[in-house]
């Protein structure tokens, strides 16, 4: 579980980010949810520590994240995994060795043990025989494979994914989706997914965290989602003409 | 101004928060491959051409009965040991080695690599930064020794081959009147340059915002600002040193 408590972020004195608070429940996919530049991207690095927040506290299972020492902050990160919007791959290394990295880093297994686990989670997220690609020599959606095989290589307990299907055709974006939901299922975990695909909310919103310009106007599931009466949030999940028609029934 | 003051800020991250030391042994002896050894060829053409290039003009301009001809190849010497060798080659340095580090931050950078890195809880500046820095302060000396060796071999070629210069004549003109001073001299600029030149660009590279664009525009004033850096810096040792 991991919990927020008024986080604020502002750049130079333009406020991205208006005193946000919530929890994110483990073993369940936790969606953050919002159009585009409301600061979703800005909220999740805040969360993993890639951004320091102007005010406001992050819990990572009651462990205070934020005010953390050098050591603690380490054992925590240790347990987070991450899917960039990109993929971000590390280019210059094949896929096997990308999915490696954070092993070679982080823990003392032997190379056998490594390779092992690089095998068991490429196979995992249904990748075999490309251990030797490059990241150029793939496509978009064998990226985020490999990166989401990056990211839970080191069994975290916390996942985290910025947008997971932007970029990919409508079957590919369901597949990652529900790879992402069987994960967190399988193993336990605590993941926050930062979406604006109203496909992945109604598949995988376990619990939704809707962010309009920067603030949280509010906080449900997929099943009432529909009926929240919130006007922003209407505009942003009727936006299809299959939803407009669903919600004159 | 500012921007001194970020860099300087940058420098302080590198030694914080390192990894282990066998890490750091493996990053820098890639760099220091893909920094020495792939401009060996570069290094060496340049510099010969610019040897060559410089005895036949010295000789151009020594006409005179009263100059020995191993004047030639002593002003040759001194000119590459002094100047062509650690400063003409450090704008080469920045040419090549500063814009590709500059573009690989930058990269990076954009496609949130350096996120990435730091997610894992990883030192990025010093991870990625430290070993690009180190292995320049390493091979870019060596780089300079290579450089004026290639320079008076190309010198010696081009003199003797055309007949400006007898191969003795060269050989005591390049011994003659030798201070060993200006040696120490030219590695210690190779040094400061070395380090200018990569913790310029890497600084430049490290902080892009944007995308490919911007990573071209980073690439740009990485050589731009190191050109410069190295060439006040040139003026500053010389009159310190010398
Ligand atoms: N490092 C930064 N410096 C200054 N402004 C920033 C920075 N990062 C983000 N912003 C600003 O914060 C706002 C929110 O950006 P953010 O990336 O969080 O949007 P988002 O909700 O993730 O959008 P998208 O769905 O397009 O990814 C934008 O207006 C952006 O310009
Ligand atoms: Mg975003």
Known sequence: MIEIQNISKSFEDKQIIHNISGIFEKGKTNLIIGASGTGKSVLLKSIVGLIQPDTGTVFYDGRNFTDADKEMKAEIRREIGMLFQGGALFDSKSVEQNVMFPLNILTKMSPTEKIDRVNFCLK?????????????????????????????????NYLFCDEPNSGLDPQTSILIDELIKEITDDFEITTIVVTHDMN??????????????????????????M???????????????????LKKK | MKGFGRYMIFLGSLVVRRESLGTYYKLVLEECILVGVKSLFLFALVSTFIGA????????????????????????????????????????????VGSSMSGNL?????????????????????????????????????????SGACALGGGYLVGTLTGIISPTDYIYGLRYAFNEYTVTFALTKALVFGFLISSISCFKGYYTKGGAFEVGVASTEAVTTSVMAVLIADYLLAQLLL
């Open chain 1, 124 to 156: 995992r997220v249904g990748l075999e025989n490309v251990n030797n690609k490059m990241p150029s020599e793939i496509s978009g959606g064998m990226k985020k494979r490999v990166g989401i095989a990056r990211a839970i290589v080191n069994n975290p």
């Open chain 1, 200 to 225: 992945s909310v109604m598949g995988i919103g376990e619990k939704i965290l809707f962010l309009f310009q920067g603030q949280k106007l509010w906080e449900g599931s997929k099943e009432e989602i």
């Open chain 1, 227 to 245: 009926y929240s009466g919130v006007e922003e949030l209407d505009n942003f999940v009727f936006t299809n003409k299959v939803m407009q028609s």
């Open chain 2, 53 to 96: 290039v410089t005895t036949v003009q010295t000789a151009y301009n020594l006409v005179s009965p009263l100059v020995p001809n191993y004047i030639i190849s002593n002003v040759v010497r001194e000119m590459t040991i002094l100047e062509l060798a650690p400063t003409i080659m450090a704008l080469i340095f920045a040419g090549k």
């Open chain 2, 106 to 146: 930058g990269t990076m950078r954009i496609t949130e690599q350096i996120d990435a890195l730091e997610v894992m809880g990883i030192n990025a500046t010093s991870y990625l930064v430290l070993p690009k820095i180190i292995a320049s302060i390493l091979m870019y000396p060596m780089l300079v020794i290579f």
